[in-house]
Structure formats: structure tokens, C-alpha cells
């Protein structure tokens, strides 16, 4: 079967470059998409929390050798780099900010949809587990394709440890951001995006993709986040398992990109006073501490 390959880009790649080749392939390597020392710092504190993680008990999809961890941007400070890295979040705004118009009395306006950090997970894959079954990470909103002619997030994952064909590498196939949704993805047209730690995949939610198997004697970690149009649900609920405390210290974008703001379309504003305000408000207010018990 003749299936297409990853092709791989350096750092100092433009956003406009890593753009072309996502659109084309459905995804991207990036080689050093963080420094050592960066990686250095990000494995150490993941490691704490995933060492006194136990292994799922999924057999289906998230793996009965495998080790799954969220809340990273409440764990890591190093993480908010990650996620702000210009090439990542420089990509994402490329390929889902795309406007539209809308018609608001007799004004035809342009609106240009925000977007918000979905989810993130650091995934440990042990010796011994199998492959995930092949699926699209847009599917978590019901994403049909193509009839939206937009797509609905982009993924990134960090090898944090090495990523080999061996060690259960996240597996793609690559071209299948084009397929509509009567097509079967198969193994067979699978290829593994092996890179080295620090270095990254990019790839957009309408790919089909999974997690390789662990053939080798060693786990694979890797760090996975995904931006989101931010009028789609949040996958993991940043709201209840951050506390205010710690959005409070984060930067004002990290913070409208957990959720904290009101977007483009007014989603997600809150009253204020009689008001519809932004919810980044309300981080300023003394008198508020906590979401649901008021102010």
C-alpha cells in the first residue's frame, strides 16, 4: 500500500511553512521543538506525579499499561512555555482562526473565532502495551467531514523520551485530514512518527492517528495538548481542576486560553454588577475565590 510520510521541520521554521505542510499532510514534525533545557525541566516534573500514577484500567482505548496524567498546566510551569511556544499556538490561530460572516441587523460583519487550550496529558506507554484503535480527536465534538470546511483543533505531542517505531510512537496517517467520514482507516496505512526527545508532532484533529505499541524493554512518555475552536466544549474541564490560585499566576493569555475570557461571540461571559463582563475580571477582584460561590 502506498502510504505518505511525516515530513519533519526544524525550530526556526516559519508558522507559514509549518501551516503549508500540516494543510497538505495533516501533520508535521518539529525537530527540537524545545531546548534540553526545557526538556530537562518538563521530564522532571512530570515524572513526580507519573510515578505515583497507576496504569489505566481501559483495555480498549487509553491502555491497561499506560499511564495518563492532566491538570499539567496546574503541575508545571514549564508546560505554559510549552503550550505558548510561537510555532504551536502561531499554527493553531493559522489554521482554526479562520472568520466568517455573520449578519447582525443590517451589518455583515466579520468574526473571527477564538480558540482555547482543550486539553493536556503526559502519556506513558509501558513495555507490553498494544495499540490504540485508529480515531480522529475531533470526534470528541462530533466534527463532520467535510461539510463544516473548517477544522476543529490542533493536537501536539512532545517526545519527552524518545519516540520509536519500537517503543509504541503515536502512529498517523497521514492525508486522512481529507478523507470524509465514511472512509475506514486501517494499521496498514499507518506510519510511526518516530522523533527524538524534544521534538514534537503537530497534527490536526480531523487525522487519524493512535498510540503505538511498546515492543521495546522501556516506557515512552510523551506530552500531549490540543487548541481548540473555543466555541466547542472544553475536553478536559480547566475550570474545576485549576484552582484560582494558581490562574491567578499564570499570564493573562495562558489564562483567556484555559477559558477565563469572553470570546469573539460573547460565549463565556459573566454577570458583573448587572453587566455581561469578561471573566478575566474577575482574577482582579479580591472578594472572588472560587467558580459557582459568587463574589
Avoid at 510555532?87 to 480558540?115: C, M, S, Y
Avoid at 483543533?153 to 492525508?175: C, D, H, K, Y
Wanted: net charge negative; aromatic share 6%; hydrophobic share 40%.
Amino acid at each position: 500500500m502506498n502510504t505518505r510520510k511525516l515530513s519533519t521541520l526544524s525550530s526556526d521554521a516559519s508558522i507559514d511553512q509549518v501551516v503549508e505542510v500540516i494543510k497538505r499532510d495533516g501533520g508535521v514534525i518539529i525537530s527540537d521543538f524545545v531546548s534540553p533545557t526545557v526538556l530537562k525541566s518538563l521530564a522532571n516534573e512530570l515524572d513526580t506525579y507519573l510515578n505515583a500514577t497507576p496504569f489505566g484500567v481501559d483495555p480498549y482505548f487509553a491502555g491497561t499499561q499506560t499511564r495518563r496524567i492532566a491538570r499539567i498546566i496546574g503541575r508545571s510551569d514549564t508546560a505554559v512555555e510549552v503550550a505558548l511556544n510561537p510555532l504551536f499556538i502561531g499554527a493553531a490561530r493559522k489554521i482554526l482562526q479562520t472568520p466568517t460572516h455573520v449578519w447582525v441587523g443590517n451589518d455583515r460583519a466579520e468574526i473571527e473565532p477564538d480558540i482555547q487550550l482543550s486539553i493536556t496529558q503526559a502519556i506513558q506507554i509501558a513495555p507490553g502495551q498494544g495499540r490504540q484503535p485508529l480515531h480522529r480527536d475531533d470526534a470528541t465534538s462530533l466534527w463532520r467531514h467535510p461539510q463544516y470546511g473548517r477544522e476543529a483543533r490542533l493536537q501536539m505531542m512532545l517526545a519527552i523520551s524518545e519516540f520509536t517505531e519500537e517503543n509504541g510512537a503515536t502512529r498517523v496517517i497521514p492525508g486522512s485530514h481529507l478523507w470524509d467520514d465514511e472512509r475506514m482507516p486501517t494499521q496498514e496505512e499507518t506510519v510511526a512518527a518516530e522523533m527524538k526527545a524534544g521534538s514534537a508532532l503537530l497534527w490536526m484533529g480531523s487525522v487519524y492517528h493512535c498510540g503505538g505499541s511498546n515492543n521495546s524493554t522501556s516506557p515512552r512518555t510523551g506530552l500531549t495538548m490540543a487548541y481548540d475552536l473555543a466555541f466547542l466544549r472544553l475536553e478536559e474541564n480547566h475550570f474545576l481542576s485549576i484552582p484560582v490560585e494558581r490562574v491567578r499566576q499564570l499570564p493573562a493569555e495562558m489564562q483567556r486560553l484555559l477559558g477565563w475570557s469572553a470570546s469573539s461571540t460573547l460565549q463565556g461571559w459573566v454577570e458583573i454588577d448587572g453587566q455581561m463582563r469578561d471573566p478575566q475580571e474577575l482574577l482582579t477582584m479580591s472578594n472572588f475565590s472560587e467558580p459557582g460561590k459568587g463574589f
